[in-house]
């Protein structure tokens, strides 16, 4: 059965993610996407807010010790075979492989448990655990594994470019102040009658549940040649991302619990580029080397107990489909999301058809 018409608020990886896979898998679907800010918009113009302009982004597995962590496991993993096609297939898009390696100074439990061979990021990801030799200065654990990371901005960019290209989707730049006046600004955009709007938002709309985790990295000429992650003792984070096809490389970052300050902070950058030279002395010498193009400062849309991908009905024969809150994982959990966001909007057409 067809699924007709669909709005979608949002132009971040979930939205146009889920733009994507509608249309791959229901062809005849036309799109609506409503959103504030667009990956085609002036890099100048982009807030903080609009998360997917502003990370690194790699793919970081985490072991799923909680509900919500298997859940996201799951997910994560079918992201990690679709990116591996779009790397393999299509480079032009910003997605690379490349070796990926993480040393923890204060593994958990589950890390521990970890055995070379296991499937980490995903299948055929070359999972290893490094040797006690291997491991830098106060380290405790440490692995390897093959994954993906992306050029964000260049990526989005592409994704929105491939939907226009089926020529089922209009885009509209609109800042909404409720998710239902999706409804109405589609009339008066003489898009086709449209029942279910999917709410793909970031943190857009206020949820009480919704927090933001501030992130600051710096975006550097040089080019690494893997994805390093460093979780110190102290609960800091240091983290190299190459941008693919000589993009230069995201050094990072920080996580910063209701910190609302849009600007970079001098002080951070300062300390971010040393630590990386500390961490990772194969990358600079020393800090004057790096060639700094930008500060790069995004807030993380989170939520708590996580993700909100849920079919809610409303008053007549309205629906809502809710994608948001991914926090710190809107790359790598995207197809995931963009999954099982479709198969919300195909029971939600069925249970339409039924009344
Ligand atoms: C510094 C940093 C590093 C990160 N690193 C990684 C990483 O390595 N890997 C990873 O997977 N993730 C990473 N993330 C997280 C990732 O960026 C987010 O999880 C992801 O971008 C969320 O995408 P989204 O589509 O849900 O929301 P967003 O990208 O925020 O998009 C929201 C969309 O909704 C629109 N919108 C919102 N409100 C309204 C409104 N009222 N009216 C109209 N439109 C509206 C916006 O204009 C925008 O188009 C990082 C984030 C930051 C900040
Ligand atoms: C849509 O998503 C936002 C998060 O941006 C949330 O606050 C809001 O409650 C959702 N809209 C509705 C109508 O539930």
Redesign the pocket.
């Known amino acids: 059965m067809g699924i007709g018409a669909i709005i979608i608020v949002g132009a971040g990886v979930v939205a146009l993610s889920t733009a994507y896979d509608l249309l791959a898998q229901h062809p005849a679907t036309r799109v609506l996407i409503i959103a504030a800010e667009l990956p085609t918009d002036p890099a100048s113009s982009w807030t903080a807010d609009y998360a997917s302009m502003w990370a690194g982004a790699h793919y970081r597995p985490i072991a799923p010790s909680t509900p919500q962590l298997r859940a996201e496991f799951a997910l994560a993993q079918n992201t990690h075979r679709m990116m591996k096609r779009i790397a393999r297939d299509k480079p032009e898009s910003g997605c690379g492989f490349m070796g990926a390696v993480e040393y923890m100074e204060n593994p958990g439990e589950r890390e521990l448990q970890l055995k070379s061979r296991d499937i980490f990021a995903g299948e055929g990801d070359g999972f290893r655990v490094l040797s006690p030799e291997e491991l830098p200065d106060k380290v405790k654990w440490g692995c390897e594994y093959d994954a993906y990371c992306i050029d964000t901005q260049k990526y989005c960019q592409w994704l929105l470019h491939q939907i226009q290209k089926t020529g089922q989707v209009r885009v509209l730049r609109r800042q909404l102040s409720?998710?239902?006046d999706a409804f109405e600004a589609a009339e008066a955009v003489n898009f086709p009658k449209a029942k279910i709007v999917v709410?793909c938002?970031?943190?857009?709309?206020?949820?009480p549940k919704?927090k933001i985790v501030r992130g600051q990295t710096v975006l550097v000429k040089q080019q690494y040649h893997k994805s390093v992650t460093r979780q110190c003792a102290d609960g800091s984070w240091t983290f190299l991302i190459p941008r693919p096809n000589m993009g230069g490389t995201i050094v990072g970052g920080t996580k910063e619990e209701d910190d609302w300050r849009s600007e970079p902070r001098e002080s951070t950058r300062k300390a971010v580029l040393q630590k990386a030279v500390e961490c990772f002395p194969y990358f600079v010498d020393d800090v004057s080397q790096f060639e700094v193009i930008r500060d790069n400062v995004g807030r993380r849309p989170f939520r708590d107990g996580g993700l909100r991908m849920e079919l809610?009905e409303l008053d007549g024969d309205r629906r809502?489909v809710?994608g948001?809150?991914a926090g710190s994982r809107g790359y790598e959990l995207s197809w995931g999301i963009a999954g099982k966001l479709v198969k919300l909007l195909e029971q939600a057409t069925v249970s339409r058809a039924s009344l």
């Open positions: 409720q998710v239902l709410n938002s970031g943190r857009g709309f206020g949820d919704s809610e809502i809710h948001y809150g």
